[in-house]
């Protein structure tokens, strides 16, 4: 059977287009098991963790000094009480380690260990006193442990990693999943800060996963093309890593959407991935959907919010917030400003934020398309704000994300177009003060570009037009555009009476460009 792209589980070399694994994590990290370190290795969900630290498994194992267990703590997920969660940690190193080690070295049962009041330390250190070689054990999904549990889990490591130098324990351990050293120094008992005593004391802030390169995701679907056939042209790879920004998840799930779902047997271009982005985003894949619904909780919109708004609150962002969502592979840090983490999620969050108003927008909008099938913008934009008078105050009142509720809406607005054959690019981040937009039509051989900037004028602040006005020209300029389109929203207390909202005007930039300017 040929291989394929996977989008389910750990890579199989022999059924999984592969990149090599090890080359995705430190390659200092075998240093770190040689100086009997406890560690932990955090990645976002699906980036290639487990795949990777398998193959540091089989290393260390080749390598003959240590005895290696690797064992995932899934089935704990959930459970609140301790008794239950440490049975099944217990169980599930157990008969890792029946499967994993040679006769002689694999635990004690699991079952001799019920009711002790430290059923993992005792485990442990009674395995370690009988073993030959040191102890290393990788925990994947540490995760899954949540409040008492895991705080018991790590109490215990931390008890042993303090007690090693006269009881038996793992020489080192590492633990896997999402979350940053920090949260597990802090539960363990440790300080927060790095440097401070801790079993889980690595050189670094944090040891992770990396992602694709541009070059590797070419490596990658070139292995499709020789046992295939099927070429990718360097703009598709170009597009595949604008749009995931090397996520494996993401890449492989585009190639997968192209070649099974579509069943695209031609060359592979910047088209079919496209249509596989779309495809994609509509399927609601698990990693999407499970992405998609930490947008409910507060710490995520703390983050996410200011920067959909682009307002300036960069110093009220709590750096806490901001590493979680790092953690889950939302955000990312360039040159000392946030952005989203890849173009992907730059269109699925606000799309799933607006999803409901999308809805409320069927019947809204008609006859928007010139007889050569371009946009009429200015007509458009009229029938917008005539849905903006009747519905923008609730929408605004109503909004889980009230600081960004008008660029969501605009945005949704904007998507319920361009679903028919186009796409959108977002600009936004913490502290620009706007929101810039850019839409793609196709129509016929005709490629229309449309440039949109958003405002929210807020109490406090002078009208923005001139900001905005000289923010539209350079994003103009950028692209190469001489005419584009200002769109201020009014969110004063004292603000314009909602059915005189709809003014139009005409303005002209520095830079001589053309700018329609829409207050709503």
């Not at 020489?171 to 801790?198: E, H, Q, V, W």
């Amino acid at each position: 059977m040929p291989r394929h792209f996977n989008t389910a589980g750990p890579n199989d070399e022999a059924k999984h287009y592969t990149l090599p694994p090890l080359g995705r994590i430190p390659a200092d990290l075998k240093s770190l098991v040689e100086n009997d370190n406890y560690f932990v290795l955090h990645a976002p969900r699906q980036t290639g963790k487990t795949t990777s630290m398998k193959a540091f498994a089989d290393m260390l194992r080749a390598d003959g000094r240590w005895a290696v267990v690797y064992a995932t703590l899934e089935e704990a997920r959930s459970i609140a009480e301790v008794d239950p969660a440490l049975r099944i940690a217990v169980d599930a190193i157990e008969a890792a380690s029946r499967a994993q080690l040679p006769a002689g070295e694999e635990a004690p049962r699991a079952g001799d260990y019920e009711g002790a009041p430290r059923r993992l330390g005792s485990f442990l250190c009674d395995w370690c006193r009988q073993l030959r070689r040191p102890l290393v054990l990788i925990l994947d999904e540490i995760d899954s442990l949540e409040g008492a549990p895991l705080m018991a889990v790590l109490s215990q490591l931390r008890a042993g990693y303090l007690s090693r130098d006269h009881t038996p324990f793992p020489a080192s351990i590492c633990l896997f999943g999402m979350r940053n050293i920090r949260d597990y120094k802090a539960a363990s008992g440790g300080s927060p800060n790095i440097g401070t005593s801790s079993p889980f004391n690595v050189s670094r802030e944090a040891v992770t996963v990396a992602f694709f390169s541009r070059e590797e995701i070419a490596e990658l679907y070139a292995q499709h093309t020789a046992e295939t056939g099927q070429s990718f042209s360097d703009a598709a790879i170009d597009r595949a890593w604008q749009l995931t920004r090397g996520q494996p998840f993401l890449v492989n799930a585009l190639a997968d959407f192209v070649v099974r779902k579509q069943k695209w047997t031609g060359a592979i271009d910047v088209a079919q991935i496209d249509a596989a982005k779309e495809l994609l985003i509509l399927a609601r894949v698990t990693h999407i959907d499970s992405l998609m619904a930490r947008l409910r909780e507060d710490r995520v919109r703390r983050v996410l919010e200011p920067m959909l708004a682009g307002t300036h609150r960069v110093g009220a962002v709590d750096e806490a917030d901001v590493e979680y969502c790092k953690d889950l592979g939302l955000v990312v840090e360039v040159r000392g400003e946030l952005d989203i983490a890849n173009d992907m999620y730059r269109e699925v969050i606000p799309r799933q934020l607006a999803g409901a108003w999308q809805r409320n927008m069927e019947a809204n909008f008609a006859d928007w398309q010139r007889p050569d099938g371009t946009i009429d913008l200015p007509v458009l934009m009229v029938q917008f704000a005539d849905f903006w008078r009747r519905n923008g105050e609730w929408m605004v009142r109503e909004a889980h994300w009230p600081e960004a509720a008008h660029q969501i809406v605009f945005m949704a607005f904007l998507q319920k177009i361009v679903n028919g054959g186009g796409m959108i690019a977002r600009e936004f981040g913490v502290g620009r003060g706007r929101l810039d937009l850019l839409v793609q039509w196709q129509a016929g051989a005709v490629v229309q570009q449309l440039a949109l900037e958003v405002k929210v004028w807020r109490d406090g602040q002078s009208d923005p037009l001139g900001a905005g006005l000289q923010q539209l020209d350079g994003y103009l300029g950028r692209l190469g555009l001489d005419e584009g389109t200002l769109v201020i929203f009014d969110a004063r207390r004292r603000e314009v009476p909602w059915e005189q909202r709809g003014e139009v005007s005409a303005a002209v930039t520095k830079g001589g460009r053309k700018v329609e300017v829409w207050r709503l």
